[in-house]
Nanobody
Framework: VQLQASGGGLVQTGGSLRLSCAAS????????MAWFRQAPGKEREFVAT????????VYADSVKGRFTISRDNAKNTLYLQMNSLRPEDTAVYYC?????????????????????WGQGTLVTVSS
């Protein structure tokens, strides 16, 4: 499994960015996918997740109403639209795939529930 995140960069406070994650080596449409981020000196944290069909999404409280996760199963690609960016959004953003293929009772949001992190893409928000 390979996950290639892209789309990061430097943006001013209030600006927008769209991250992409190209997936290969897996049946993309059968896997729940997520975005996580890790700021310097901090632990990796959950940002958003989307179920296999895209019918259900979950967001961290810190990004709710500003970020939108989506997917294109025909293109094996995951997206994260980030609007109204703040300096505290500065981090390396990673896409990841749910370790479990079978349907879960609850939607996974913990770091340990995901794998195949890839190299991440850096988002820097200047004040």
């Amino acid at each position: 499994v390979q996950l290639q995140a892209s789309g990061g960069g430097l943006v001013q406070t209030g600006g927008s960015l769209r991250l992409s994650c190209a997936a290969s080596g897996l049946t993309f449409s059968t896997r729940t996918m997520a975005w996580f981020r890790q700021a310097p000196g901090k632990e990796r944290e959950f940002v958003a997740t989307i179920t296999r069909s895209g019918s259900t999404t979950v967001y961290a409280d810190s990004v709710k109403g500003r970020f939108t996760i989506s997917r294109d199963n025909a293109k094996n690609t995951l997206y994260l639209q980030m609007n109204s960016l703040r300096p505290e959004d500065t981090a390396v953003y990673y896409c990841a795939v749910d370790r479990v293929i079978a349907l879960r009772v609850t939607i996974p949001t913990k770091v340990v529930e995901y794998g195949n992190w890839g190299q991440g893409t850096l988002v820097t928000v200047s004040s």
